[in-house]
């Protein structure tokens, strides 16, 4: 099995959106609910993300992105690992865009 990173994406105008205390309970539970169907290909739950801080040969500076949270996963193909999120709380229920999976590669000429 291969590992795949999901990226939780959120949408440019949705900075700072929060949904309603019955939405967030609706919303959890379904996360949760999510979690536990694929808890067996799940290898790091993740969680969300705070604000972002570059590093480049310029130095450090504070930028944002629309990455709001993450998750690794296996799974027997990059096909499998995407059909997992399909319909996924973040953006049915939640405020969130979407999720974006990735294969996780082995570093080139690594052990």
């Not at 969680?47 to 296996?74: A, C």
């Not at 999120?85 to 990735?102: A, C, L, Q």
């Amino acid at each position: 099995m291969a590992k795949f990173l999901a990226v939780y994406m959120g949408r440019p105008s949705g900075k700072g959106e929060m949904p309603d205390q019955a939405t967030m309970a609706k919303g959890m539970a379904a996360w949760h609910k999510w979690m536990t169907d694929h808890a067996k290909s799940v290898t790091v739950n993740g969680g969300p993300l705070g604000k972002t801080k570059r590093i480049g040969r310029d130095g450090i500076s504070d930028i944002s992105n629309l990455m709001t949270g993450f998750t690794i996963i296996e799974a027997d193909s990059h096909e499998a690992a995407a059909a997992m999120f399909r319909d996924h709380p973040h953006f049915t229920i939640f405020p969130g865009d979407s999720v974006e999976v990735m294969p996780c590669l082995p570093i080139p000429g690594g052990p």
